[in-house]
């Protein structure tokens, strides 16, 4: 599957997670200060998109002399930068992102993200990495591994889940509801090394946190 690394202008992530991350992908997309992030570990995007206003100006330099794509869109706009680089990627013909340094100072537009995000997956399929957990958004089925003892909250997101199935969880759901408004999915705990989790209808957060 044709896959983009979109680094976003929040929290740093520490290099092995984000080598590991590249190794997946065929594309770097940085949004704004992103780059400033991907600058700490030589590494150089193939694209930055954004209004440039968070972006360090050496950093800046050197991205435009090492080629660079550099896509600029005024500050005054509809989107925000973490939305045109979505949408500069799914443009492209990609049909997975990786997404990085969500998590910043900027809670709105953290929260925008997710929304954004969880209306796309008919188009995308989307992973959010941070140091130590990773992200999924799922309308219908995901499977992935972990560690024994690993949590992982099922996160409701829009309306209710419906028929939520999950295998390798201490606490098993068996074809349940999963209500918007009740906080029941968090913080489960991994006790299979393989994890799968099933829904009829709706869209689920997925979060694993690593222990």
């Known amino acids: 599957m044709k896959t983009a690394l979109i680094y976003l202008n929040g929290g740093s992530i520490n290099e092995d997670r984000l080598r590991d991350a590249i190794k997946e992908t065929q594309y770097i997309i940085a949004v704004d200060g992103g780059a400033n992030m991907l600058s700490e570990q030589n590494i150089f995007p193939d694209a930055l998109i954004g209004d440039m206003d968070s972006i360090n100006k050496d950093v800046y330099r050197i991205l435009k002399q090492n080629n660079t794509k550099v896509i600029i869109h005024p500050k005054e706009k509809d989107q925000t930068d973490s939305e045109l680089a979505i949408l500069y990627a799914i443009d492209r013909g990609f049909k997975e992102v990786i997404i990085t340094g969500f998590v910043g100072d900027r809670f709105d537009h ?11 997956l008919t188009k995308l399929k989307v992973k959010i990495i941070q140091n130590n957990e990773d992200i999924y958004f799922v309308t219908n089925s995901l499977q992935f591994s972990g560690k024994i003892n690993d949590e992982v909250s099922i996160i409701p997101l829009h309306t209710d889940a419906e028929g939520v199935l999950t295998e390798g969880l201490q606490y098993e759901l068996h074809h349940e509801l999963l209500q918007l408004s009740s906080t029941r999915g968090i913080s489960n705990v991994i ?3 393989t994890v799968s989790i099933l829904l009829k209808k709706g869209v689920v957060m997925v979060v694993h946190r690593h222990c």
């Open 110 to 120: 953290m929260i925008a993200t997710i929304n954004y995000l969880s209306k796309l």
């Open 191 to 193: 006790n299979n090394p």
